[in-house]
């Protein structure tokens, strides 16, 4: 028996060798697809405030409760470090970046966002740098070593950015404005960005203050992320600023913020279905089907400055979000905003918010999982086609209901219908449908009759489909 030790011990160690070789393998990871971003939720990601730690290890504990809520992109709040020559409050402004190529220490190492990066990669999720291309702190090693990277006043100083409508400052005391004419600046910006994509394996930008940044920069530099990667790029933009239309194409989605002024208009009864209707119709126009529209009910600058959620949209904030889900375009989701967030989270010092699911958890998750799951649903250039359905009042009054929206959306034989009371009191309507549907979400069979009068609670939505919807664990 003695003889046989050394052999099964050989075995042994044979056995275990595979399985240690297998930890070591690299995660496969494809780059983003047009797809991925075609059936995304977006959530952005404010680190310092999202845990009692605010850290990157922290954060990276919930990724499965975020891919529970159908989340495929992660937009992080600049990790950078902060200046704090000039900073506003104890900690400073995320936007006020000291280094472009480190990591801010308040939330750990580089070694602990990679590991993030590689968490959210092996759960499927892609992740973006909220990226500042505008101006720097002032303890920036650039203010020093390179002092001509930055825009000057007549005395020669360095000045805080501008307002291009006014020729006042913007009031952004803490940040210095960079000089986009200076094109070694420009290299060294657009190595900085490349740093993160070659380092870190980040997979897109979302880019502070785009409009204030020359097009050709971008053309440039996004030529050489993409000779790396394939990248999602989101742009702090719209067709209202400069050269608007030309800068939006640059990118795969912009925000709506016109949208969002919209639906907190129609929350408050200041504006109706009607004007949302024509919302959509607009912005299919003007935007086409390659640029994304982002649609949120809250973000950083909304919840910091002008409200929460409850506070903007109050009864009509489950309704609304519906509403945006259903829309064409990419929901966004804001740290927070799946607890039930209530309150406005300090923005230059430390705060944190209670983890308790709620209703909103809920319907966020069954959200996510039709707009991952239903190709319906898709934006972009993958988008099907999309029509507001006309409503009226009841089968004796022949006049348009503008309370009730009813939005078809429609795709490769598929068809979705949602139906939202946008406003606080009951409503009956009429539609023009004859057919069976299946409702949300429970797949239970719901017959529409263009003779039948129905009623809505106020802020009651309907999502209906002719196939099954899919399931939610």
Not at 161 to 166: A, C, S, V
Not at 425 to 451: E, G, I
């Amino acid at each position: 028996m003695k003889k046989l030790i050394p052999v099964l011990g050989a075995l042994l160690l044979l056995n275990c060798q595979p399985a240690a070789t297998e930890a070591r393998k690299p995660i496969v990871f494809e780059p983003i697809t047009e797809k991925d971003i075609a059936q995304a939720v977006l959530y952005e990601a404010n680190i310092r405030q999202y845990s009692n730690e605010g850290t990157f290890n922290a954060f990276a504990k919930d990724l499965p409760i975020l891919k529970e809520m159908g989340v495929k992109i992660l937009w992080l709040m600049p990790i950078n470090p902060i200046s704090t020559t000039k900073s506003k409050g104890p900690l400073g402004s995320y936007y006020a970046v000291s280094s472009y190529d480190k990591v801010n220490p308040e939330f750990g190492t580089l070694d602990d966002f990679k590991a993030l990066v590689r968490k959210a990669h092996e759960l499927g999720m892609f992740v973006i740098l909220d990226w500042v291309p505008g101006h720097t702190g002032w303890d920036h090693e650039w203010i020093s070593t390179n002092p001509d990277f930055y825009l000057k006043n007549k005395a020669g100083e360095i000045i805080d950015p501008i307002n291009p409508f006014t020729g006042e400052s913007f009031g952004w005391t803490d940040v210095a404005d960079l000089n986009y004419d200076n094109l070694e600046m420009q290299e060294a910006m657009r190595q900085a960005m490349l740093y993160w994509i070659r380092e870190c394996d980040v997979d897109g930008f979302r880019v502070d203050q785009a409009y204030a940044v020359p097009q050709a920069f971008y053309e440039k530099t996004f030529a050489a992320m993409k000779a790396i990667k394939p990248v999602f790029l989101l742009a702090e933009t719209d067709v209202h600023h400069p050269g608007g239309i030309d800068l939006v194409s640059k990118f795969d989605a912009t925000y709506d913020w016109p949208g969002h002024g919209l639906s907190k208009d129609i929350a408050q009864g200041k504006k109706s279905m009607a004007d949302w209707s024509a919302h959509l119709k607009q912005i299919d126009e003007v935007y086409g089907k390659e640029n994304i529209r982002v649609n949120f009910v809250s973000n950083h600058d909304e919840n910091s400055w002008n409200g929460t959620v409850d506070e903007s949209f109050g009864a009509a904030a489950n309704a609304m979000t519906a509403m945006h889900y259903m829309s064409p375009g990419m929901p966004l989701i804001y740290s927070g905003q799946e607890y039930d967030l209530n309150k406005r989270l300090l923005f230059f010092e430390k705060d944190s918010f209670p983890k308790v699911a709620g209703k909103t958890m809920a319907l966020l998750k069954g959200l996510g999982r039709l707009k991952n799951d239903m190709p319906v649903l898709a934006a972009g250039a993958s988008e099907g086609t999309f029509r507001i359905i006309p409503t009226e009042r009841s089968i004796y009054q022949k006049s348009p209901n503008n309370d009730v929206l009813a939005l078809e959306r429609t795709k490769d034989g598929d068809t979705l219908l949602f139906m939202v009371n946008l406003k606080d009191t009951h409503a009956q309507f009429t539609m023009p449908y004859d057919a069976r549907w299946v409702r949300f979400p429970d797949n239970r069979s719901k017959r529409l009759s263009a003779t039948y009068q129905y009623d809505m609670k106020p802020w009651e939505f309907w999502i209906l489909s002719n196939r099954n919807f899919p399931t939610v664990p």
